[in-house]
C-alpha cells in the first residue's frame, strides 16, 4: 500500500514538473515577442552647458545657465543674429561684405535706425527689431529709451511695439534686447506675442534670463519662434569669440539648427568675415533667423 502511494505521489510531481516546464517556457517566449516588437523608447536628451552671457550687454548669469530649447529642425543650419544695431554704420558694412547669409536685429530710436534697416534689406540680408524690454537690474543694465516695462498698461505696450515697428517696416521678426524681467512675465509676455503675430512677425526668445517664458509661451500661442543656443561674445576676446563660433557650428552639425547671437564688436566682425570656410568643411549652411523658427 505504502509503495503504491509512493508511486502515485511520483507521478503527480512529475506532472507539476511538467506543467511548470511548460508554462515557464510559454512566459519566456511571450515576453521574447513582445521585446521584439516593443516600439523604441526616445533618447533622453542631455543638459547641454550654456557659454556666459555677452559683455556689456544683459544675458543669462553664468549661475543661473540653463539648456535653451532644441528645436527638431531639419538641415545642419546655423543662424548668426548680430545684435544691438543703430548705432554705427563701419560694422554692418563690413558684415555685409562678409558673403554669407546675417540677421541684423535693430534697435530703435538710434542715429542710423531707419538707414541701416533700408541698406540691410536692400543688400538681401536679413532685419530683425531688436526690442528693448526691462532687465532686472535696470540701474546695472539700461535697456535705452522706448524699453517696455511689466508696470506699463497693454495699450502702451501695443503702442511702442507699433511705434518701433514703424521705424523699420523691413524687419521679418523680433528678439528682445536685455528683458531678464520682462520675459519672466507670462501675462506680459503674451500681450507682446500676440501683438506680433498680428503682424506676422516671428520671435527669437534672446534668453538672458534661464526664468523666460518667451520660447514656452510664443510656441503655445501658435507664434514662429526659436530660442537663442550661443552667446557668442560674452567675453569679448577673439579667441573666445573663435571658439564659441567653432562651437555653434558644431552644435548644428549634431542638432540640425542653431540660433547664435553676436554684436557688432571689432572681434566678432573680425571673426565672422573668417567664417565661411569652417561653415563649408562642416558641412554647414549659414542661413536667416526666419529660416529656423518653427
Not at 141 to 155: E, S
Not at 225 to 249: E, Q, S, V
Amino acid at each position: 500500500m505504502k509503495k503504491k502511494s509512493a508511486r502515485a505521489f511520483s507521478r503527480i510531481i512529475g506532472v507539476v514538473a511538467l506543467l511548470a516546464v511548460f508554462f515557464a517556457a510559454g512566459y519566456f517566449s511571450a515576453r521574447f515577442i513582445a521585446h521584439r516588437h516593443a516600439p523604441p523608447t526616445e533618447p533622453v536628451l542631455a543638459a547641454r552647458q550654456q557659454p556666459q552671457g555677452n559683455a556689456g550687454s544683459e544675458t543669462a548669469s553664468p549661475s543661473r545657465k540653463m539648456s535653451p530649447p532644441v528645436p527638431e529642425l531639419p538641415g545642419r543650419q546655423l543662424a548668426i543674429i548680430i545684435d544691438d544695431i543703430g548705432i554705427r554704420r563701419e560694422p554692418v558694412e563690413r558684415l555685409l561684405a562678409a558673403g554669407i547669409p546675417l540677421t541684423f536685429s535693430v534697435m530703435p530710436d538710434q542715429p542710423h535706425t531707419k538707414d541701416l534697416a533700408a541698406r540691410i534689406a536692400a543688400t538681401g540680408q536679413e532685419v530683425m527689431l531688436h526690442l528693448p524690454m526691462e532687465p532686472e537690474n535696470e540701474r546695472m543694465n539700461d535697456p535705452g529709451t522706448g524699453a517696455l516695462l511689466v508696470t506699463q498698461p497693454d495699450q502702451d505696450i501695443r503702442a511702442i511695439i507699433a511705434h518701433d515697428v514703424e521705424q523699420m517696416p523691413q524687419a521679418k521678426g523680433v528678439n528682445n534686447h536685455m528683458g531678464s524681467l520682462f520675459t519672466q512675465n507670462e501675462r506680459k509676455m503674451e500681450v507682446v506675442l500676440a501683438e506680433l503675430k498680428r503682424r506676422g512677425l516671428f520671435f527669437i526668445d534672446s534668453l538672458t534670463s534661464p526664468a523666460s517664458v518667451g520660447f514656452a509661451v510664443a510656441r503655445r500661442m501658435g507664434l514662429k519662434t526659436a530660442a537663442r543656443r550661443i552667446f557668442l561674445d560674452d567675453d569679448n576676446n577673439g579667441d573666445a569669440i573663435a571658439r564659441n563660433l567653432r562651437l555653434a557650428i558644431e552644435l548644428a552639425a549634431k542638432e540640425g539648427s542653431v540660433v547664435a547671437i553676436g554684436h557688432p564688436h571689432p572681434a566678432t566682425v573680425a571673426a565672422i568675415e573668417k567664417l565661411k570656410d569652417d561653415l563649408v568643411k562642416a558641412g554647414v549652411k549659414p542661413v536667416f533667423a526666419s529660416q529656423v523658427v518653427r
